[in-house]
């Protein structure tokens, strides 16, 4: 069975709107489009790389998907020509015409969907698409969680866990990795069971 991943950068605080540029998404008069670019260096880029090695899909929420579908097919590049031969599918709400090649519309039953591309595909990474990223956080319906997470605080914007998730465990999966300008590569599992509870009095703590 293949692996959803959940790929997001952050700042410390949270905010995951529009981090690759100003005209990325301004909802709610979000005044930091771009947040993200003057943290880039080359320990992130590595690491981006390298976290798509094995890509074999990508699942995308509509906002997403209209960002990626206006740049992806005119850039150059390994990532550009690994996203634009690779299968897109595309969850919406809606029925947009979806032309960038190789893109398929998700039917009405988004959680069976992607339950069925896990059939079709090894890896398959959901990248921004904090909408959709939340039904996947309620549904637990991801197994890896990758968060780049900055040294900003910005106060306010759309944020990872926006809706608040099911009490779930994680597991580090790698040792975590520090870029030379501060941004932090966290990668998870998701890991069974409920988060469990302890008194730090009772003698729960390490000695």
């Not at 960038?100 to 988004?110: H, N």
């Amino acid at each position: 069975m293949g692996l959803i991943h959940i790929d997001l950068f952050t700042t410390l605080d949270g905010v995951a709107q529009a981090p690759g540029g100003p005209d990325e998404d301004a909802d709610d008069g979000f005044a930091f489009g771009g947040w993200q670019a003057p943290l880039w260096d080359e320990v992130v880029d590595e690491q981006v790389d390298a976290g798509m090695a094995d890509l074999d899909a990508l699942l995308l929420g509509r906002r997403t998907y209209d960002i990626f579908a206006a740049y992806w097919p005119h850039a150059d590049g390994k990532i550009a020509q690994l996203f634009n031969r690779l299968p897109k599918y595309v969850a919406s709400h809606q029925t947009p015409t979806l032309e960038w090649a190789e893109s398929t519309l998700l039917g009405p039953d988004v959680v069976a969907a992607v339950c069925e591309l896990r059939d079709r595909h090894a890896n398959i990474h959901v990248i921004g698409s904090l909408d959709f990223v939340q039904t996947l956080f309620a549904e637990r319906l991801f197994d890896r969680l990758t968060l780049w997470v900055y040294p900003i605080l910005l106060g306010g914007g759309k944020k990872v866990f926006a809706d608040g998730v099911v009490p779930t465990n994680l597991r580090l999966i790698e040792p975590v990795v520090a870029s030379p300008r501060g941004a932090v590569l966290q990668r998870y599992a998701l890991a069974d069971g409920r988060p469990g509870v302890g008194d730090m009095s009772a003698g729960d703590r390490e000695s």
